[in-house]
């Protein structure tokens, strides 16, 4: 370390507004001292990248905490956004998921054995239409159902999930006809509700599905229900503080 105290001696000892240039043969032993310095502590580089990523880290903890507490209504209490779980509940996920996507057809599982596992925790479910234009209808069709018929939605909602591969026309009417649904038209609100949830899911940077928002962390991807269970307990810990 002592040919970095040196650079740094050298460097800063006067301020640099004071300080008359270097010459070129300072610069070029200047360069040297550094080069020597990263070639005897190689650490240093990786201590640096440490702190910057430790740093970035923190600051986009700090946007994210600040986006959350400015759209409490839209993420957590939307009456348009289908939820499950705790009626009073100590932490709420927010899933944001896609009825063609086959990552959130082996997530969704996963969350509503959470729920039965840990009955303080809800989920609000997000529907994201990112995958063509059944990903659309099916959505409409389970907001819709959700605002109607809040009772049939879970039926319907799990059966959708259940299919491999996108749907069509055949295989969402074939859903509707299985989980004995009241059939109804788009209604004009669900198409609002998705409009919201894509304003959220730019904002919040998603550009896949499933995503998930629980407590102060966004989770992309279909995790295991072990790292899942994870983040939860520590959010739950966090929340009761």
């Known amino acids: 370390m002592r040919m970095l105290t040196v650079l740094l001696f050298v460097m800063f000892s006067n301020p640099l507004w004071a300080a008359a240039p270097f010459t070129p043969e300072q610069e ?9 310095t990263l070639i005897s502590n190689p650490d240093i580089l990786e201590q640096a990248v440490n702190a910057w990523q430790q740093q970035a ?22 009456p348009g956004s289908p939820r499950f779980g705790a009626a009073t509940p100590q932490l709420t996920l927010v899933s944001f998921t896609d009825y063609n996507c086959p990552f959130c057809k082996t997530f969704d599982p996963l969350l509503e054995k959470l ?24 959505a409409r069709l389970a907001l819709t159902l959700w605002q109607q ?13 259940a299919k491999k591969g996108f749907h069509d026309a055949s295989s969402i009417a074939a859903a ?3 989980t004995g649904v009241t059939p109804a038209a788009l209604s004009e609100q669900s198409l609002n509700v998705l409009r919201s949830n894509l304003k959220l899911a730019d904002q919040l940077g998603i ?3 499933p995503a998930t928002l629980i407590g102060d962390q966004m989770v ?13 307990k520590q959010q739950l810990a966090q929340a009761a503080k």
Request: no cysteine; net charge positive; hydrophobic share 35%.
């Open 28 to 36: 070029v032993r200047i360069k040297e001292l550094i080069r020597e």
């Open 57 to 78: 880290n923190e600051a986009q903890g700090q946007q994210l905490s600040q986006f959350i507490a400015a759209n409490k209504q839209a993420l957590y209490q939307d």
């Open 115 to 138: 729920v039965k596992e840990y009955p303080q925790v809800a989920v609000v479910i997000k529907p994201l239409p990112f995958k063509g234009e059944s990903s659309m209808t099916s």
């Open 149 to 161: 018929h809040p009772e049939q939605w879970m039926a319907f909602h799990q059966r959708l999930m």
């Open 176 to 178: 509707q006809k299985k």
């Open 207 to 209: 550009q896949g599905t």
């Open 220 to 232: 992309p991807g279909a995790i295991s229900y072990q790292e899942l269970e994870q983040i939860v």
